[in-house]
């Protein structure tokens, strides 16, 4: 019998579009729901699992009537969960997803870091202004025009 908080190898016995349904053993099987499959944003669970994987759950609820909630997710180490993703493997970007600390241990005062940003700020904005405009003059000059 498993309880909350184990971590048992389990076997994928079928995949539907709002998680995986996980043989953990002793006559029993549990759902893993698609927002326990990975750390990362998953829009087709087939890319993550597929019916006959062994995987690695933790039990994350048992309720009254015996359901048994697991998690792939909460079963990896920790190592492997703070490993940040490549850009490119990254879905919508999601406040647990910045590392907030970054530059905390800049010498920078308040002022100097908000001057800096507004700073940066100015410059995109700049940036995508000249690319609005140009795009806005449509690529062909007027001076051109013949009439017939």
Known sequence: MVSVGSI??????SVMPFGAFVDIGD???G??????????YVKDINECVSKGDTVKVKVIKIDDQG?????????EE???????????????VRPADIDWSRGASSSL??????????????EKMQTLRRNNDSKRSGGY?????HSF
């Open 8 to 13: 048992v190898d389990g076997k994928v016995v």
């Open 27 to 29: 006559n029993q099987s």
């Open 31 to 40: 759902l893993v729901h698609i927002s326990e499959i990975s750390s990362r």
């Open 67 to 75: 359901k048994i909630s697991l998690s792939i997710k909460q079963a």
């Open 78 to 92: 920790k190592k492997e969960r703070r490993e940040r993703p490549k850009p490119e493997d990254r879905g919508p």
């Open 109 to 122: 005062s308040f002022e100097d870091k908000l001057s800096k940003f507004k700073q940066d700020s100015d």
């Open 141 to 145: 000059s007027r001076r051109n025009n």
